[in-house]
């Protein structure tokens, strides 16, 4: 895992339909409150509106971008020990309200046997737009 308190985004995947692969995206559009514009998770009032992962944690997992269903993948910044509440800066203006981490459901030990139990309290951060823009791959991440 990394300690830094700034970083990149890697990644960005749509979760366009259940158990279907999801789409990769250079850039998505993002509504404030909502989450990422086309993923069947964006809604009003969904504590479930962006999941947001640690590229470095992956890495030990050994698990590939989308396989846990994340949407957005950061690498050079620590997600695990931010607080509930705090912020996170992307790009030019964006904010992401941190919400709760991830429970890994059954769904992991289909990936490989075994996972579920790794994967506790590591699976991911839900996030929640706090302004309307645009996420792209290689935009800037931090701490606020």
Request: charged fraction near 30%; hydrophobic fraction near 35%.
């Amino acid at each position: 895992m990394s300690d830094s308190s700034t970083g990149k985004i890697v990644d960005i995947r749509l979760n366009v339909a259940r158990r279907q692969p999801m789409s990769v995206v250079e850039s998505a559009e993002v509504k404030a409150g909502e989450g990422l514009v086309g993923d069947r998770h964006s809604k009003a009032g969904s504590t479930r509106q962006i999941l947001m992962m640690d590229r470095a944690i992956m890495d030990v997992l050994e698990v590939e971008p989308g396989q846990l269903r994340e949407n957005i993948t950061v690498k050079g910044i620590s997600l695990f020990g931010l607080e509930k509440g705090q912020t996170l800066k992307v790009g030019d203006g964006l904010e992401f309200k941190i919400g709760e981490l991830c429970d890994p459901c059954e769904n992991m030990n289909h990936i490989r046997p075994g996972l579920r139990e790794k994967i506790e309290g590591q699976r991911g951060l839900f996030v929640t737009p706090l302004f309307d823009g645009t996420v792209t791959v290689g935009d800037d991440v931090s701490v606020s």
